[in-house]
């Protein structure tokens, strides 16, 4: 459609000058309001004032100014319908052919700890959200720019064709349609937060993309990367890459995994992850410490994982990681010196992210099917719990320690799952198997002679004895587990049998 009148009013005001002088020089009447005409005017682009093409002052602080039929009449009629260019006529209406406008700042205005809630709401943009609709709903005629990104697409067609094609707006349409349902969905999700709705009759979330990936889970699935906005947690979506190859689909599941895993402890740790699962963690006065016993837990499958740390990796660290094959290291830090070690592999992946920021609770939404569920962040702890010791002996104080690593792991292994400890290292794991004493006996036969002494972590409760007959054969001293079975009795009656103190907490951790 060829362009002859353009409404521009922007919060974003990069590349507008030149875009603007560029519509001018096509022969391009421009209309605009407030601080955007201010910014034209100053740089000597002929500009009208909106209140000019209205007849009415912009009132009420600016609330009032582009809600006005001069304006959505000249962006919604039908060109080629008679009744629609009568009423126009009538009406004193011109055609406005093109609208460039983003949105008032309210993403970055919540985002501001100080920000009260009169400051959000008054940063709800009204009037420019009904002119992106309106003309995106009349793409037909009207050519609708909502990012500054598309500037160079418009003015490229207008310079080669005179006008801009009609796939070009159709496109542009459904860009500003996303914008605009986004920019509703954080209003509407700050506001059901002010009142305390926890999970409302409709769920609208938006996410931003940060990165095309090559592919899904498999090469022929494609994939993309988005982040939430103002998730107020600790997220991958905002590690800085440091070097390495671009990031897939499966690292990033698998670097999740190990993120919520490290940050379930404050003294130096360090989570090595395979396919979403831990297969070592290990924790020490060190991360040299932690390191070497998360390799120690089992340094067949660490060969290829992912390796999440809590403290500053350091030379001495980074030299033993760089014995291996590792896809990725995630860490608040790198030495200088662990940077120059760690980079001359071509292909490890550094991440570097802030361990501090983002101590919120996310909601953990999972998609089904034609669905999706939606449930709170499993972030409940030991000490939180209500923990009882059924059994005849007390734990001692190694084997409290061993119990808290155990827990804490457990809680991240896919069900139904079973973690021996020791020594602050994991030393067995069995995942996602069909039946509880199946996941058992993986663990123990992982740990070998290191279960004896261990701690067993059960993310559910027993259903039977035969768990604990087959950690009592291992050596097992220590067992922490929910309890709540009809059966539990036949387990405590075990533990005391062989010698083997029990906690419960009253709490189980599926992860399915």
């Known amino acids: ?32 309001t407030g601080g955007t005409k201010k910014a034209l005017q100053d740089a000597g682009i002929s500009v009208i004032g909106i209140s000019e093409v209205t007849g009415f002052p912009e009132i009420m602080d600016g609330r009032v100014k582009t809600l006005h039929p001069k304006i959505h009449g000249g962006l919604l009629a039908v060109r080629d319908n008679e009744t629609h260019q009568q009423a126009m006529q009538e009406n004193e209406i ?3 052919d093109l609208v460039v406008v983003n949105l008032y700042p309210f993403k970055e205005t919540v985002a501001k700890e100080d920000t009260t809630f009169a400051d959000a709401i008054e940063n709800i943009d009204i009037g420019g959200p009904s002119m992106l609709r309106s003309a995106a709903k009349n793409h037909a005629y009207v050519t609708v720019v909502v990012d500054p990104k598309d500037y160079e697409t418009v003015e490229t067609e207008l310079e080669k064709a005179g006008s801009v094609s009609e796939e070009t707006r159709r496109r542009l349409a459904a860009k500003t349609f996303r914008h605009t349902a986004a920019y509703d969905a954080l209003i509407a999700e700050y506001l059901t937060a002010a009142v305390e709705e926890v999970l409302p009759e409709s769920y609208t979330v938006t996410f931003e993309k940060k990165q095309d990936l090559r592919y899904g889970e498999n090469p022929h699935q494609k994939a993309a990367f988005y982040s939430k906005p103002l998730s107020g947690t600790l997220s991958l979506t905002d590690a800085e890459q440091l070097h390495g190859k671009e990031l897939s689909y499966n690292n990033i599941n698998d670097a999740d995994a190990a993120l ?11 989570v090595a992850v395979k396919h979403m699962n831990p297969c070592g963690v290990g924790t020490g006065k060190s991360i040299t410490e932690a390191y070497t016993r998360a390799f120690e837990a089992d340094p067949v499958s660490i060969f290829g994982g992912i390796v999440a740390s809590n403290t500053e990796v350091d030379a001495e660290t980074a030299e033993k990681m760089a014995e291996i094959f590792l896809e990725i290291i995630i860490a608040p830090s790198f030495s200088e010196d662990a940077l120059a070690i760690l980079t001359k592999k071509k292909n490890i992946r550094l991440l570097k992210l802030d361990f501090t920021a983002g101590k919120g609770i996310a909601k953990k939404i999972t998609t089904v099917s034609g669905g999706m569920l939606v449930q709170d962040e499993d972030v409940y702890g030991l000490d939180d719990a209500n923990v009882t010791i ?28 079973i973690v021996l400890a020791k020594d ?19 663990a123990i036969e992982q740990a070998g002679e290191r279960a004896n002494g261990s701690a067993l972590g059960s993310d559910a409760f027993f259903p039977m004895d035969d768990t604990v007959e087959a950690a009592a054969r291992a050596g097992v001293t220590a067992i922490i587990q929910p309890g709540g079975s009809i059966r539990d009795e036949d387990s405590i009656k075990k533990a005391d049998e062989h010698g083997i103190t029990m906690v419960f907490t009253g709490v189980r951790h599926f992860k399915h």
């Open 424 to 442: 602050e290292m994991t030393v067995g794991v069995g995942a996602g198997q069909m039946n509880r004493v199946g996941a058992a006996k993986i």
């Open 260 to 270: 919520a895993i490290v940050k379930e402890f404050t003294d130096p740790a360090v």
């Open 390 to 417: 059924p059994t005849k002996r007390q734990p001692t104080e190694q084997e409290w320690k061993d119990i808290h690593l155990a827990w804490k792991v457990v809680k991240h292994v896919k069900s139904n799952a």
């Open 94 to 96: 011109a055609p406005i």
């Open 1 to 32: 459609m060829t362009i002859k009148r353009a409404l521009i009013s922007v919060s974003d005001k990069n590349g507008l000058i030149p875009f603007a002088e560029k519509l001018v020089n096509l022969g391009v009447e421009i209309i605009s």
